[in-house]
């Protein structure tokens, strides 16, 4: 009875229905969803990684990369040293050269490959080790060069392999492996060389970096690809299984050198993977393979102990023999998980509701916003009547809507009145659209000109909703004035919009919707200002202020300045990323949450109008 | 100095026996070539040829026609057979061109095609069938498999090599499975159907083990009617072994197999890099020509000779190095080198173990190798679950000549070419990629699209490429999605394309040159298995829950406390009448019936 009479009660309030409960809901999705992601470090809510598929067998083999090798290392550094390029006989060697243009700024090489026939082998798959001349930290990988040569030759003696092991050397980590990878697929621009030589389907690809000299204590695994894309779980859990297990090296992952296994660092290494994630740019050589669907991680060594170079050969060699002994594609295991910590994990199903509460949280009240359209707001004593709720704040009726519409759907007895779509719809997909504007320069521009165009924005983002907002107020010059529940359309759209592609991007990458659900979380609860000019004024003033801070150009020049990293640099990258990786990160930021902010400012910028 | 290399000799070789008239009816021949490969390898040809007269063969007398095989083929009606085993790839850039011109090497894995005498393409077929699954438990092999989308009736890129006196009622098959492993369960039955099933002869040398850890590997069955002009028709049955092996490799003792890393004092060092020290060693690939035995790299000697074979031809073992190059050889054994420089044969004694010995030795003269006539590659490229795209690329190296050849590709349904999307690019001497339409490179097209789970894509290309050019073929494929009892146990492997078939047609005289591209793995768009798993489970629950709820609803009464009262009150009474009433009806419906 109990239930019945606050059903009732409801129904009897659509002020309570329609403005404070979407209200309250919403602002608890967030809560809760942001309180989710807090929980995920918990014991009781992640688990312990495990090897899903059981042909890899980690750590199963002895790695007899040892003794007189390191000779050959040693002989093979001296030469590269020297600048000589010569790799072991044996290996079929075939180079490509590759030319991209981002942001003014030309990238060019040459990708140096080689591939071990698979004895029996007829060239159905493959593995990929890559060692680039450079790091993704732009130091000279002498080491990890050399000891993929020595290996190269190491490998060629063994009989087992029953996938092609392909070599690849590229200058860099930026350019290198993208442009090979593309080609390999027959995927790649003009500028880039296609390939001469070819093997089958590539099943892994691990990536060697070992830029010092003095032996190393800890492997540091760096596993995020292009887009937040990351590799099988079981490719991760493999390396941490051969390195710990087998080879007793520690493993480290995203930068968290000292661990504890604390409440803090566990999320401190889950912000920062989702960090990265988020930015969806490429962490090292083997992100660019994550697109096509080839699992791939960088081995880093790190650290100041008593491993040598030997113990990462013997490692990656294992680790090898654990891709080898795949008979299938990885497909076991995870591909949506965040880390903790090297052993432990949360998959998409736990974590997931996160941003899908927060991406809700503007379905929710998009939703509410549509219903509250339907009603005419101010005609409540025909809606209640009778009812025994106190109106105790009765909102003033609207100037606009004229009486006569009031008294006519008081006379019909109906409550349901018609929605003006035209305006809403067409400003939200109109301000959509321009998105379009920014993400085409912000990519197209010379890298010199991206500081200054960020201030610009700054400010156009200032000017730009005060003039539609005044534009919306006095009328088109062609149309009527607008109406209240236009207003209200119009955000329930843009909410409805955002919502749709936030949780669409939870799915895709995680963070990503979650980062921008944060950012975009005050726009749930803007509204117009109504009533007195004195009270209208300052508080819209006040709230457009805020809101600027939180605008996509304020925000990375925040992020700049809380970094130190110069915002050239940012958006050079970006813009690389968008021309050569395929990024879409800025995709989402100008076609998704700028047009919604905007659309925030406008509504509040229409309140001084 | 003219160089021949030794596959004009092993070609040379067959010609002669094709033209040349058989003298004897019933004979038997083996014969083993060695040649050692650059990069430490060896290529180890082993043929063995066995003929019967038609008559005696007809009758069912089997000499050295294998009487399992030769049963099998008059069952089937089987004029003419191929059959094909073959492991690795033949890495051309190294080794040159192929033995037997690639006659006698098939696709990776199985690769079968025969004649077969039929009415009509049907019974064909159907004997066909009859064949696959008799040569299935012959062999070993999953030959039973070559169904109807894995059966194809080419039209121009095979043509019968034996003499068959009506031509009209043959009927040509061919099928691949480019996913099966051959092995030692392989090589058994074909050792027996030897006449000195691996005792004796150059057959002794097959072990299982070194066999199938050779970097390249073809068995390949022929039986053919040879009929010559002047005299009786002949049933001629060929058996060849080819293989590379990898010296180092295959010297490795079976108790020590695992290539651990050398002791620093035996690494072959380049001592005049400056920076070589104890601990710091630039290797050297060895310049001389690796030291071999015949034991070292079979594993065992040569065991005599088979006491069937023709007594008058006794050189059954050849080897092709340099004749500067020193060869040791056991006792009893008769070396004989031949005029051109290069091949020397022995003449085995028939009771004593034979073994060859090569030590290192740095020589002057190198075995040429001829370049091969063409370059092929053919790889699948795109990406996506949805579609992707073929690319195969040929490449012509003769700085003179033009190469004219017929591609066959035989294509699972699955796969679903888009002829319209062929496309041709030809790089000519300056480099410079130019894109032509296919029609000027495709003199010929031979097209029989699929059929989805009947039939696969057969595609017969005549094509030319001019010379010291690469053309590059492409076309796209949209990938079918399979049902799900479809998929085979390892469906994230992906699905097995059968290699390309590349015949080429320069000389019309000789035997023909075959090339077979490696063969490919196509991804398919696969299911996450677990999934119809969490599904039934799921679905079960909510159906037991749901009938659970309804049937509950349908069945239980809801009544008020005194109607229940009432209910149970008059429980004896109601059962009564209700008894009654049953009686009542049925008695009625009797007379009803009745009526």
Redesign the interface.
């Known amino acids: 009875m109990a239930l019945k009479s606050a059903i009732r009660n409801l129904r009897n309030n659509p002020q309570l229905l329609f403005v404070r409960l979407p209200n309250i809901l919403s602002f608890l999705c967030i809560v809760v969803g942001v309180v989710w992601l807090l929980l995920l470090p918990l014991n009781d809510y992640s688990r312990q990684t495990y090897i899903s598929e059981n042909a890899l067998l980690p750590g199963q083999v002895h790695a ?9 290392f ?3 550094k ?2 590269i040293q020297a600048l000589i390029q010569e790799g ?3 290996l ?1 060697v075939a180079t490509q050269k590759y030319e991209y243009t981002s942001a003014g700024i030309g990238y060019q090489g040459e990708n140096v490959y080689g591939i071990i ?1 698979a ?7 493959a593995i990929v080790l890559v060692a680039a001349w450079k790091t993704a930290d732009d130091e000279l990988n002498l080491n990890g060069v050399t000891l993929a040569l020595t290996l190269a ?2 490998f060629k ?3 087992l392999w029953s996938k092609d092991i392909i070599f690849v050397f590229p200058p860099d980590s930026k350019t290198g492996t993208q442009a090979w990878i593309d080609a390999y ?3 790649h621009p003009a500028t880039v060389q296609p390939l001469p030589l ?1 093997s ?2 590539l099943q892994g690809a691990l990536v060697i970096e070992y830029p010092f000299e003095n032996h190393f204590h800890t492997l540091h695994i760096v596993y995020d690809g292009v887009n937040g894309q990351l590799p099988n779980l079981d490719l991760f859990n493999t390396a941490v299984a051969i390195a710990g297990g087998q080879m007793g090296i520690g493993a480290n992952l995203q930068e968290m050198w000292k661990h504890d296994d604390s409440y803090q660092d566990r999320l401190k290494t889950i912000l920062r993977g989702m960090t990265k994630q988020g930015l969806g740019y490429a962490t090292g050589a083997h992100s660019s393979f994550m ?3 080839i699992d791939a991680i960088t081995l880093q060594p790190k650290g100041e102990g008593w491993e040598d170079e030997m113990a990462l050969g013997r490692t990656i060699e294992s680790l090898c023999r654990s891709l080898n002994n795949l ?3 990885l ?1 076991q295991s995870f591909f949506f998980y965040l880390l903790m910590q090297s052993n432990r994990f949360v998959s998409i199903g736990t974590y997931l509701p996160s941003a899908m509460l927060i991406a809700g949280n503007f379905t929710i009240m998009a939703i509410a916003l549509w219903m509250r359209t339907g009603y005419y707001s101010d005609s409540k004593p025909g809606v209640s009547a009778g009812s025994d709720t106190p109106k105790s704040k009765s909102e003033k009726p609207s100037g606009t809507v004229t009486e006569k519409e009031v008294t006519e759907s008081k006379l019909n007895g109906s409550t349901v009145a018609e929605r003006v779509l035209a305006l809403p719809l067409t400003l939200v997909s109109g301000l959509h659209l321009i998105g379009l504007v920014p993400l085409w320069i912000f990519n197209t521009i010379f890298h010199q000109y991206f500081t200054a165009a960020t201030y610009i924005f700054v400010g156009v983002d200032v000017v730009l909703p005060l003039i539609l907002a005044a534009l919306l107020s006095n009328g088109l010059g062609i149309s009527r004035p607008i109406v209240p529940q236009q207003y209200l359309l119009i955000k329930s759209f843009a909410l409805l919009l955002l919502g749709l592609s936030l949780s669409t991007l939870a799915t895709l990458n995680f963070s990503l919707s979650f980062m921008i659900g944060l950012l975009c979380a005050p726009l749930t609860f803007i509204t117009r200002i109504q009533g007195a000019a004195a009270v209208r004024y300052p508080i819209s003033v006040l709230g457009l202020a805020l809101l600027n801070l939180l605008s996509p150009p304020a925000v990375l020049i925040g992020v700049c300045w809380y970094t130190g990293v110069p915002i050239e640099t940012v958006l050079t990258q970006a813009a690389f990323g968008w021309d050569v990786w395929g990024m879409w990160t800025q995709v989402v930021v100008w076609c998704v949450w700028w047009p919604a902010w905007l659309i925030g400012c406008v509504l509040l910028g229409s309140s001084m109008f | 100095m003219t160089v021949y290399s030794l596959f004009s000799f092993l070609l040379a070789l067959a010609v002669t026996l094709w033209s040349s008239p058989v003298s004897a009816s019933s004979d038997y021949h083996e014969q083993l070539f060695l040649q050692p490969l650059p ?1 430490s390898s060896l290529l180890a040809s082993f043929n063995f040829r066995g003929n019967t007269s038609q008559q005696s063969f007809d009758n069912q007398h089997f000499q050295y026609f294998p009487r399992a095989l030769g049963q099998i083929l008059q069952h089937a009606h089987t004029k003419e057979l191929h059959l094909r085993f073959s ?3 033949w ?1 051309a ?1 190294s080794w040159g061109p192929r033995p037997w011109n690639g006659s006698k090497e098939g696709g ?1 894995g199985v690769e079968l095609w025969a004649w077969i005498d039929a009415a009509d393409d049907e019974e064909a077929f159907a004997k066909w069938i009859t064949l696959t699954q008799s040569l299935s438990g012959l062999f070993c092999a999953s030959l039973n498999f070559v169904d109807s989308t894995r059966t194809t009736r080419p039209v121009v890129s095979f043509e019968p090599t034996g003499d068959h006196p009506k031509v009209d009622g043959l009927h040509l098959l061919h099928g691949t499975l480019p996913g099966e492993v051959v092995c030692t369960e392989n090589l058994t039955p074909f050792l027996k159907l030897l006449p000195c099933k691996g005792k004796a002869g150059i057959s002794t040398l097959f072990d299982g083990h070194k066999l ?6 073809s068995m390949s069955v022929d039986m053919r009617p040879i009929c010559p002009s002047d005299g009786d028709c002949i049933v001629q049955i060929e058996q060849t072994v080819d293989m590379v092996l ?1 010296i ?2 295959s010297k490795r003792p079976r108790s020590n197999p ?7 004092e ?2 072959l ?2 001592t005049s ?1 400056p ?2 020290s104890h ?5 050297l ?1 060895k310049a001389s020509g690796n030291a071999w035995s015949l034991q070292e790299v079979f594993g065992r000697t040569l065991n005599g000779v088979c006491p069937l074979a023709d007594s008058d031809e006794q050189q059954s073992v050849c080897l092709r190095v340099p004749h500067e190059r020193q060869v040791f050889h056991s006792e009893g054994a008769v070396e004989q080198k031949k005029a051109d420089g290069f091949t020397r044969c022995f003449s085995l004694s028939s009771s004593q173990p034979f073994d060859l010995s090569i030590p290192e030795q740095a020589v002057q003269t190198e075995v040429a190798l001829e370049e091969p006539v063409l370059h092929a ?1 053919r ?5 996506g679950q949805e579609r992707g ?1 073929m ?1 195969i690329i040929f490449g012509n190296p003769s700085k003179t000549t033009d190469v004219d050849f017929i591609l066959f590709e035989s294509l699972p349904w699955y796969l679903r070419p888009y002829i319209h999307t062929l496309q041709a690019t030809i790089t000519g001497p300056d480099g410079v990629p130019r894109e032509v339409p296919a029609s000027e490179l495709v003199t010929g097209t031979f097209y029989r699209p699929a059929i989805d789970r009947e039939r696969g894509t057969q595609l017969e290309l005549a094509l030319s490429v001019p010379a010291a050019s690469t053309v590059t073929l ?1 076309y796209d494929f949209e990938k079918a999605i399979l049902r799900y009892n479809e998929y085979p146990p ?5 699905f ?1 394309v059968a290699p390309a078939v590349i015949r080429i047609l320069n000389a019309p005289d000789s035997a023909p040159i075959y090339i077979r591209s ?4 196509l ?1 398919l768009p ?1 299911p ?1 298995f677990s999934m119809p798993y969490n599904v039934i489970i799921l679905t079960s629950t909510v159906i037991a829950l749901a009938f659970g709820t309804v049937f509950n609803i349908l069945v239980r009464r809801v009544v008020s406390v005194d109607e229940a009262a009432a209910l149970g009150a008059q429980s004896l009474k109601g059962r009564i009448l209700g008894k009654l009433v049953a009686i009542r009806d049925r008695i009625k419906k009797k007379e009803t019936k009745v009526e």
Not at chain 1, 64 to 72: A, D, H, R, W
Not at chain 2, 518 to 521: A, I, K, Q, Y
């Open positions: 007899y990369f040892t003794g007189s090798e390191q000779n050959i040693r002989g093979y001296k030469e072991p006989a044996g079929k026939h004895p029996r082998g007829d060239a159905t798959e030759r190491y003696r063994w009989s697929h027959d995927l070819k089958g389907a697109p096509y669907h008979l299938e594609h497909h | 990069q492991t690795g790839r890495d850039e990776t199938f850890d050779a970097a390249w590997q990898d180092e490799r695992i290539p651990r890393p050398v002791p620093n035996q690494l060092c380049d890099k920076y070589n601990d710091t060693c630039y290797p690939e590659e790889t699948i490229v795109g990406h795209g690319r492409t390892d469906a994230n492997r992906g097995n490696t063969s490919l793995l991804p696969t996450d």
